[in-house]
């Protein structure tokens, strides 16, 4: 399995630019999870889908930042239009129902900078 | 919501010494707790995890200890190696009772294993 897979790895835009991050889970994984990661705030859950379904999404800054799954298999977040406080790295991790495994895999981040 | 804390923020230790860093949660219906360590610049890796019927669980070098009284859980690692150096994470969660897994992180530990 390759894993978590997130692109692009990094991404540099100007700010009030809109930004797309890209995420596919683990295939057979049936939570997958948006966490953002600032030195100020640690790591801090945006958004998390069931299913392809969204369950809670208290943790999205506000409405400039959006998420999708329109399938099992691929995830979006974006943000529009993008600012300089929202550079960060982009983690999206999923997880599995099953009982041997409640531990989230991470895919390797997306590294945001808003200048 | 589940709040949890995580001490010290920053840890340095002698080869072959140990090393524990220890984490308090709020959340009493809380019952999953994993530690992840975090190498500059990388993802987040799952090391090792607690469930709360347990109060001890241990992999070679690395144990966690869990107190439900309390509401506190510790990561002990020996015999230190230079390899250990990272940032460690604890977390949080009603595994799947409740909230889909949903990990609240602490605020990590930066470990300096020092030759």
């Known amino acids: 399995d390759a894993g978590v897979i997130q692109s692009p790895r990094h991404e540099v835009t100007e700010m009030g630019q809109e930004v797309t991050l890209r995420c596919k889970p683990i295939s057979g994984h049936d939570y997958l999870f948006w966490y953002r990661q600032t030195m100020m705030r640690g790591l801090e859950l945006l958004i998390y889908?069931?299913?392809?379904?969204?369950?809670?999404d208290s943790g999205m800054p506000e409405d400039r930042f959006s998420a999708k799954m329109p399938n099992a298999s691929f995830s979006t977040l974006k943000i529009q239009p993008s600012e300089p406080r929202d550079s960060a790295v982009y983690f999206c991790?999923?997880?599995?129902?099953?009982?041997?495994?409640?531990?989230?895999?991470f895919g390797s981040g997306t590294r945001l900078t808003v200048v | 919501g589940e709040n949890v804390e995580q001490h010290p923020s920053t840890l340095s230790v002698q080869e072959g010494d140990s090393a524990v860093i220890k984490c308090t949660y709020s959340?009493?219906?809380?019952?999953?707790f994993p530690w992840y360590k975090q190498e500059l610049g990388k993802r987040p890796q799952l090391i090792i995890d607690i469930r709360s019927n347990v109060g001890e669980k241990k992999d070679q070098r690395i144990a966690v200890t869990l107190n439900k009284t309390a509401k506190h859980f510790s990561l002990h690692i020996t015999e230190t190696q230079p390899e250990d150096s990272a940032v460690y994470f604890c977390?949080?969660?009603?595994?799947?009772?409740?909230?889909?897994?949903?990990?609240?992180f602490g605020t990590g530990t930066q470990l300096k294993v020092e030759l």
């Open positions: 991790a999923s997880s599995s129902r099953g009982l041997a495994n409640y531990g989230y895999t």
């Open positions: 889908f069931n299913n392809n379904v969204p369950i809670d």
């Open positions: 959340d009493s219906a809380s019952n999953y």
């Open positions: 977390a949080a969660s009603r595994g799947l009772t409740g909230g889909g897994n949903k990990l609240t």
